[in-house]
């Protein structure tokens, strides 16, 4: 029987220290600095608050990550207000021999190695002494910006703190979700972020046109931002046309200002039809993906999509829900060829395409030397037309990159249903996809 390894000094030194809180905080002053994040794991382990309020205090590097260590463990209310309360006490000193503390990142998915690399188990360190931000004036915090219906005390708490500090202590959103909550309620929370930190941005809301004009303002300060996904805005009966174009072209004007947008998801946007044109005029940048989905359109607005928007760098289009049964196929295949180079993802689910409409795609789609996946659930194609879609040699395109032809085949349940059907006269259609197969 193997015997438990023996406690290593350092654990032994923390544990002895913890024991007596009054010597633990008045041994930060001298305590070396590889030691703090061992003891400061087994403070917030043990609960032992005013200890990690010192702590914070004397912290000897850029960063402290304190959401990944409540990651592995339970949050506890009263250790997270300690960590705070520490930032607190340390931004109202003037003099601050030990300062280094740069950010309190709350980020549950950053720094996944740092508690690790010191306590030995890792052997690289030096990548983080380095801080992430480059002003040394200021403390920020960074979170996940997840918002719940009903904010619980801890960010309460958090916000609380930023408001009393405001101008020293920056609270810093990479991601933030907003669901259903009213529209004052998400001001506060907009005017205590830096808006120019958020990277990702979900509205998931039900709200009114003349709401999401409110909104607006604050979209065009999210400098930063590279994923908008926005969802369920409503043209409200009360409004005049007048109301409703100068709301609309408040929330487009914001695309000028997002330079490093790269992903942009609109669903069940009711506004759209026939107005698509003034959101891609402010497109700036080339983006990656663009999902409408469940909107309305026009065959206007599809010749603008297929002539107008960048395709320089698409990789994901989605169109699911957009009905195009009674449009010319035309724009739809322009579109598809003119991002054939670099399509690898393409969603055309419940568009109620029919035969004609499929069959002239068709050879654009052999174009997509990249694409991985086609997405074609929900849309009635006729028995005939998938059998010619699965017979051998009936259709392949030539990839340009490899060399190789391309083989359009379609899935093995859909094999399976044409098997075992005897005359049925419609399917909803399961996805093809290209099959690359050599010379």
Not at 104 to 114: C, E, I, M, S, T
Not at 174 to 183: G, Q, S, V
Not at 400 to 420: A, F, M, P, Y
Request: a neutral charge.
């Amino acid at each position: 029987m193997s015997m438990p390894a023996p406690p290593r000094l350092l654990d032994l030194a923390g544990q002895s220290l913890l024991r007596d809180q009054a010597s633990a905080i008045a041994a930060l002053e001298v305590l070396p600095m590889e030691l703090f994040p061992p003891l400061f794991t087994a403070a917030f382990a043990g609960r032992h608050s005013e200890t990690l309020k010192a702590m914070v205090q004397a912290w000897p590097f850029p960063c402290l990550p304190l959401g990944a260590l409540m990651k592995e463990q339970q949050p506890h209310q009263e250790t997270f207000q300690a960590a705070l309360d520490g930032l607190d006490v340390l931004l109202a000193q003037e003099v601050r021999p030990r300062w280094k503390l740069q950010v309190l990142d709350l980020r549950k998915n950053a720094h996944q190695d740092f508690w690790t690399v010191w306590s030995g188990t890792r052997a690289s360190m030096y990548s983080l002494l380095e801080p992430e931000v480059a002003q040394p004036t200021r403390k920020k915090q960074k979170v996940d910006g997840c918002r719940p219906r009903t904010p619980d005390e801890s960010v309460a708490y958090l916000i609380q703190k930023v408001k009393q500090r405001k101008g020293l202590l920056h609270l810093c959103c990479k991601k933030l979700k907003i669901f259903a909550m009213p529209m004052q309620n998400i001001r506060k929370i907009l005017n205590i972020v830096q808006l120019d930190s958020i990277q990702d941005l979900e509205v998931n809301c039900t709200w009114k046109l003349s709401t999401l004009g409110k909104f607006a303002p604050h979209l065009g300060q999210m400098a930063n931002l590279r994923r908008l996904l926005l969802s369920h805005i409503h043209m409200s009966s009360h409004s005049t046309p007048a109301k409703e174009e100068q709301c609309i072209s408040q929330f487009t004007a914001q695309f000028l200002r997002l330079h490093h947008l790269e992903e942009l998801y609109l669903d069940s946007i009711s506004f759209l039809e026939d107005r698509l044109d003034q959101v891609l005029r402010c497109l700036k940048t080339p983006l990656e993906t663009l999902s409408i989905t469940n909107c309305l359109l026009s065959e206007s607005d599809l010749t603008h999509l297929s002539q107008h928007l960048n395709v320089s760098q698409l990789k994901d289009l989605g169109l699911s829900g957009v009905s195009l049964t009674n449009m010319s196929p035309e724009p739809l295949q322009v579109l598809i060829e003119r991002a054939s180079a670099t399509l690898q993802d393409l969603d055309l689910d419940e568009c109620g395409i029919m035969d004609s409409q499929f069959t002239d795609i068709l050879p654009a789609l052999g174009r997509c030397s990249q694409l991985t996946t086609f997405s074609f659930c929900g849309n009635p194609i006729s028995m005939a037309v998938l059998e010619n879609l699965l017979r051998p040699g009936t259709y392949q395109g030539a990839n340009s990159t490899t060399g190789e032809k391309v083989l359009w085949k379609g899935s093995h349940e859909l094999c399976q249903t044409l098997d075992s059907s005897t005359s049925p006269q419609w399917i909803q259609s399961l996805p093809p996809w290209p099959l690359a197969v050599p010379r």
